[in-house]
């Protein structure tokens, strides 16, 4: 049974509810590990071993494996922790949003600033 | 008697702070955000606050989703920023006013709210950046402060409504405070703005600037949306416009607006910028 | 739909955990407290809950002054018991229900309650001994749990009337739980005793009795007191009585009384334990 | 300036209110260490150093050297974390209540069992 009642649906969006919460917890809490920068060598040093640790479901370590953004939070990972994992990747949130959107990084800048041009 | 001053709303972004590390005030990139900040100093130095309570957000800093509060206040000697994980420098730390947030969450107990005291507390850049901005000297922070954590990390979140009370009984709070100091109230966040899923980089310009005029003339305006609407209005992050709304819910009903500035972007979000006068 | 089986309410003292573990239910100093027990059992075979809800507090196990929640909903698939520092045995961890969880967690903060959800979280002697004295035998607990943190330990607690309200949100919130569950209610604590201060040893056999028939026949009779009331009539551990309310706030107004038990002392408090049916 | 507004007065009681939190954090912290048995070994090994570690003031460190329960309090100890500290010590809470109320033990007990007979 599903946690929470009928849920709306906007595109391209998932809520982080109960249900996405109890599906991406060991993902979550191995990217809050991630504060604190002896944790990010050790994942650089050994990602499969560190996600291992994390107790992380193949799900969860594929989407790393293969820095899968959208399956990252398909498997229950929330921004805010993912965050801190993007930035050991180097990647900016704009790197981010190309991933997700299957633009390239500068079509999605420049997505973003026609948003200043609206009306 | 504590008397509220007026209230400053700005987004934040871990960016802003790589910027001010590397002075890139006059970068055209960042130009138009930091140019929006002058008037707010000169503001501050006319009305003088010594403390400051600040609405904001945790983003996986000091709470994780073990021990995950709807709402926090912090009730330390001092508040420390720390290494958030993408490489931002970490600032100073802030004196607390503890003997003010006990009194703010013995009176939000008294009506009926929940709230988490934190006696230990680390604040992220959704805190620190804003008093950098507002207070860009060197050194520490110039006044002490009160940070109210609203969650808007895991749902269920607080209604828009029950952030705008949480406001409205933090300002009768400090309103009953028997000591003479000058308060502002901040709200740290939004506005629309989405990281995650296919609709990355959602922003929606309207409805921003209809907040921002909606917290000077009709300050509930934005309690008649449900979060799942002010997602879809806002995107996931742009829901973090809750933590104006409390700020918003501690001052008076009429506000005179001393400034304001809307850029769009700065990573991905859209850029607010708003300081109100109480007229103390 | 789930249905609310009953109540079971009882105080919790970490010396209960020794004596379980050198069977000292015949021990004449224990035997009056133990002896409440068996007609518990009794009941519970006939009614067979699934799930229980737990109220109680923390006594410095997972909760520190750092984040200390006035109300923390457990929403973990597992809760684990452990080392307290007073030499008691620890207890095999206990099935969670989390999507009940959620479900609670939703409904009180859309009824403007300010939960922690707590993803993650260990379970201290006053919610693990209760549960051992239920359900005795040997290996983990049979039903699933749900629990609910109240602050008794840093004041500003929470009021009585708050307390209840929020069990009446958490049975409405079973009530309408879409799945075919019996569910008991357990609050744990009090009643009269205090530990510290020049009034340590402090008993009022006259308010806990008075409490405990309240509950059956007035349930809210005891919201009337202030905080501080309560304290000054119970103790400053007897507060811990609020989860009893806490408890009985999810019970429909009308139940009728299964069993119950008041002996004093076990170590300094004075024991109650009381059963109520629902008819369900 | 006082945290917290007029209080009631209940005699040989203090609410563990916002004033006492923050004069006792230190030592409950301290205290609430003691939930691991390793801390409670080095406490034992060095009292003071251990006190010291974890930045008691005078009065609570000399309360702990001269086990003064009504001392712990007043330097803004909560009883839910001084009793793990009680536990290291070997001190039940009868010998608590002994010690702050100024009765023997058996004075004590006696004075609890006397309630069961009150009417
Ligand atoms: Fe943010
Ligand atoms: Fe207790």
């Known amino acids: 049974m599903a946690a929470t009642a009928a849920k709306r649906q906007i595109p391209g969006t998932t809520l982080f509810d109960g249900d996405m919460a109890q599906k991406g917890y060991a993902l979550n809490k191995m990217c809050f590990s991630f504060n604190h920068a002896d944790n990010r060598a050790e994942f650089v040093r050994d990602e499969a071993a560190y996600c291992a640790r994390y107790g992380l479901n193949a799900e969860q370590a594929e989407a790393i494996r293969s820095r899968d953004v959208l399956g990252l939070l398909a498997a229950g990972g929330n921004v805010y922790y993912l965050a801190k994992l993007a930035g050991i990747l180097g990647l900016d949130v704009q790197d981010l949003g190309a991933a997700q959107t299957g633009m390239s990084k500068d079509a999605f800048k420049a997505m973003l600033l026609a948003h200043a041009k609206e009306n | ?280």
Not at chain 2, 46 to 54: I, L, R, T
Not at chain 2, 82 to 91: C, K, Q, V, Y
Not at chain 2, 101 to 110: A, F, G, M
Not at chain 2, 213 to 242: C, F, N, R
Request: aromatic share 10%; charged share 20%; proline share 8%.
């Open chain 2, 1 to 280: 008697m504590a008397k509220i001053v007026g209230g400053m709303f700005v987004s934040h972004v871990p960016a802003i702070g790589g910027a001010i590390a590397r002075n890139l005030q006059e970068d055209p990139y960042w130009k138009p955000f930091f140019d929006g900040f002058p008037p707010v100093h000169r503001w501050l130095e006319e009305v003088k606050p010594d403390v400051a309570v600040v609405f904001y957000n945790d983003h996986g800093l000091n709470f994780f989703l073990d021990k995950m509060p709807t709402f926090a206040v912090g009730a330390a000697p001092q508040y420390h920023n720390a290494d958030e994980g993408w490489g931002i420098p970490t600032l100073p730390p802030y004196d607390g006013a503890p003997d003010l947030s006990w009194s703010l969450i013995e009176k939000l107990v008294d009506k009926e709210f929940d709230p988490v005291s934190c006696q230990e507390m680390l604040v992220d850049h959704a805190f620190t950046l804003p008093l950098k901005l507002f207070w860009p000297q060197e050194g520490t922070c110039p006044v002490r402060l009160v940070p109210v954590c609203i969650n808007t990390v895991q749902h269920p979140l607080p209604k828009a409504s029950r952030c705008y009370k949480l406001g409205e009984a933090v300002g009768e709070a400090i309103a009953e405070w028997d000591e003479d100091l000058r308060v502002v109230v901040i709200g740290t966040g939004g506005l629309s703005h989405q990281l995650d899923g296919e609709r990355a980089g959602f922003i929606n310009r309207d409805f921003d600037l209809a907040f921002m005029e909606s917290l000077i003339h009709d300050p509930q305006w934005a309690t008649q949306y449900s979060i799942e609407e002010i997602v879809e209005k806002t995107g996931t992050q742009g829901v973090e416009l809750l933590n104006w709304l409390g700020a918003r819910g501690a001052l008076p009903p009429t506000v005179s607006k001393v400034h304001a500035n809307y850029h769009i972007p700065i990573s991905n979000t859209a850029a607010g910028l708003l300081v109100v006068g109480t007229g103390e």
